[in-house]
């Protein structure tokens, strides 16, 4: 059984673009579900990079409008990595409408990846972030991505400043495959509250992806081998990887959060 391999920098940051196609309901262009929703966005309203509420975070990699792949209107978010470093990055992060009552939410979004991973590098593409007040933890992330032969994986991880405080690195493995050459809708749920994740893709539930408290394993055990959830405070999307890979290329549009599972109808 192998293990989760996490990883961590000092990422940079660009913002750029106009103002957001978000609301709390109604459709994107070309249909996709934003009913319920407390935010969406197809990505329509911006050039060059996404602007705010959006932030731009890389290291290795980049991030920007275009329209070669799209789900729905003319444009989606192309996000790359060079693969030529240990750990890169090329994600979107959203801090609003965080935070959200009762610390549980849903997200969705549709995404196109050339290819996946080679085997045994781990990779993220979802990730909701924040502190814990008990046992002091200054950054739990919660995640969606894969690691072996190209399958997808869950995981959890725990860190300090200084390497101070509980450490974790946790993870669970599923037996399905991450989507190659094809746009996919993917949904998940946080709820803070139980620790608890859940992952569907293309409207099927992924049960080998739940996870309430505990996974397959850790690599550290500070937590007790505990998923011990954060405050969410910021939802971040694309591509991070960390061990060496070839380059990446995905795409992301039509992204939703809310308190409800918004769905992947058009």
Same mark, same amino acid.
């Given at each position: 059984?192998?293990?989760?391999?996490?990883?961590?920098?000092?990422?940079?940051?660009?913002?750029?673009?106009?103002?957001? %196609?978000?609301?709390?309901?109604?459709?994107?262009?070309?249909?996709?579900?934003?009913?319920?929703?407390?935010?969406?966005?197809?990505?329509?309203?911006?050039?060059?990079?996404?602007?705010?509420?959006?932030? %731009?975070?890389?290291?290795?990699?980049?991030?920007?409008?275009?329209?070669?792949?799209?789900?729905?209107?003319?444009?989606?978010?192309?996000?790359?990595?060079?693969?030529?470093?240990?750990?890169?990055?090329?994600?979107?992060?959203?801090?609003?409408?965080?935070?959200?009552?009762?610390?549980?939410?849903?997200?969705?979004?549709?995404?196109?990846?050339?290819?996946?991973?080679?085997?045994?590098?781990? +990779?993220?593409?979802?990730?909701?972030?924040?502190? %814990?007040?008990?046992?002091?933890?200054?950054?739990?992330?919660?995640?969606?991505?894969?690691?072996?032969?190209?399958?997808?994986?869950?995981?959890?991880?725990?860190?300090?400043?200084?390497?101070?405080?509980? @450490?974790?690195?946790?993870?669970?493995?599923?037996?399905? @495959?991450?989507?190659?050459? @094809? +746009?996919?809708?993917?949904?998940?749920?946080?709820?803070?509250?139980?620790?608890?994740?859940?992952?569907?893709?293309?409207? @099927?539930?992924?049960?080998?992806?739940?996870?309430?408290?505990?996974?397959?394993?850790?690599?550290?055990?500070?937590?007790?081998?505990? +998923?011990?959830?954060?405050?969410?405070?910021?939802?971040?999307?694309?591509?991070?990887?960390?061990?060496?890979?070839?380059?990446?290329?995905?795409?992301?549009?039509? %992204?939703?959060?809310?308190?409800?599972?918004?769905?992947?109808?058009?």
């Amino acid at each position: 059984r192998a293990t989760a391999s996490g990883g961590s920098a000092t990422a940079g940051t660009s913002a750029g673009g106009s103002t957001p %196609v978000a609301g709390a309901a109604g459709t994107g262009t070309g249909g996709a579900s934003c009913a319920g929703a407390l935010f969406c966005d197809d990505f329509e309203a911006y050039t060059g990079t996404p602007g705010a509420p959006w932030r %731009v975070d890389k290291n290795g990699g980049d991030v920007v409008i275009d329209g070669a792949q799209h789900r729905s209107g003319n444009n989606a978010v192309k996000l790359t990595t060079t693969g030529a470093a240990a750990y890169q990055q090329a994600f979107i992060s959203l801090a609003k409408p965080f935070p959200i009552a009762n610390n549980a939410f849903y997200g969705r979004m549709m995404m196109y990846a050339t290819k996946a991973a080679n085997d045994g590098v781990h +990779w993220t593409m979802i990730q909701g972030e924040g502190a %814990v007040a008990t046992p002091a933890i200054a950054r739990a992330v919660v995640r969606y991505g894969g690691q072996h032969q190209q399958s997808l994986m869950a995981n959890y991880d725990s860190s300090n400043p200084n390497n101070m405080g509980p @450490k974790s690195d946790c993870w669970q493995h599923s037996e399905t @495959k991450m989507p190659e050459g @094809k +746009w996919a809708c993917m949904e998940w749920y946080f709820d803070g509250a139980t620790n608890t994740q859940k992952f569907w893709l293309d409207g @099927k539930a992924i049960d080998d992806l739940t996870v309430v408290e505990k996974g397959e394993g850790c690599i550290a055990h500070d937590t007790e081998d505990k +998923w011990l959830f954060p405050q969410f405070k910021k939802v971040s999307l694309g591509w991070e990887s960390y061990q060496t890979d070839d380059a990446r290329v995905v795409w992301i549009d039509d %992204v939703a959060i809310g308190t409800t599972q918004i769905g992947c109808q058009e």
